[in-house]
Every structure is written in C-alpha cells, then in structure tokens.
Nanobody, 115 residues
Framework: QVQLVESGGGLVQAGGSLRLSCAAS????????MAWYRQTPGQQRELVAR???????NYADAVKGRFTISRDNAQNTAYLQMNSLKAEDTAVYYC?????????WGQGTQVTVSS
C-alpha cells in the first residue's frame, strides 16, 4: 500500500519559515520523482517544486529563491523548506510522487501565512 504522509504545516507570520516533510512508503523512493503542489479554494492545484530521482530541481517562479526542495533517500522522505513566507503562500500543500509504479498524492497539509 502506497502512502505519502505530509507534515510540518501550520500557521506562521509573514517573513517566517516552515519545513514540510513527505514520508513515503510502498514505493521505490530512490527511483521516484517527487514534487510539492499547492491549492487554494476555487483554484487549480499548482506545481510549487519538483526534484528528480537524480536530484535535479525545478521551481515555480513565485517561490524561486525562497523555497528549497530536497530529498533523503535513506529516510524515504522529501522536504520543502519555505523561507520568507508571504500571505499568498497560504494554501494546502500536497506531496506527489511519480515512478514506474504510478503516480500518488498525499492527503495535504495546510499552510497559513498571516500578514
């Protein structure tokens, strides 16, 4: 059974930082591309950042220079370090994995940035 379990969300003031974690099980984590998406009410889910199995990263323009995606293959965990948070970063953040065995989503974690 595949599980992606996000944690680390919460309420933070503008300018603050949070680190999201995504613990994966049931997948070949080393060979999976991992990503973080976010969604606000009434909006489509949007890509925030992704990291390939080889460690190549890509970011949405809105978060470049502020967010960092990383992975720890020994812990089967992906991370999203979010610095200099803005009110517009408020959203539900979802972890996503893609590998030969399929694509999977986590349940999401709420991030709220107060201004």
């Amino acid at each position: 059974q595949v599980q992606l379990v996000e944690s680390g969300g919460g309420l933070v003031q503008a300018g603050g930082s949070l680190r999201l974690s995504c613990a994966a099980s049931g997948i070949n984590f080393r060979s999976a591309a991992m990503a973080w998406y976010r969604q606000t009410p009434g909006q489509q889910r949007e890509l925030v950042a992704r990291i390939t199995s080889g460690g190549v990263t890509n970011y949405a323009d809105a978060v470049k220079g502020r967010f960092t995606i990383s992975r720890d293959n020994a812990q089967n965990t992906a991370y999203l370090q979010m610095n200099s948070l803005k009110a517009e970063d408020t959203a539900v953040y979802y972890c996503y994995s893609l590998s030969f065995s399929g694509s999977y989503w986590g349940q999401g974690t709420q991030v709220t940035v107060s201004s």
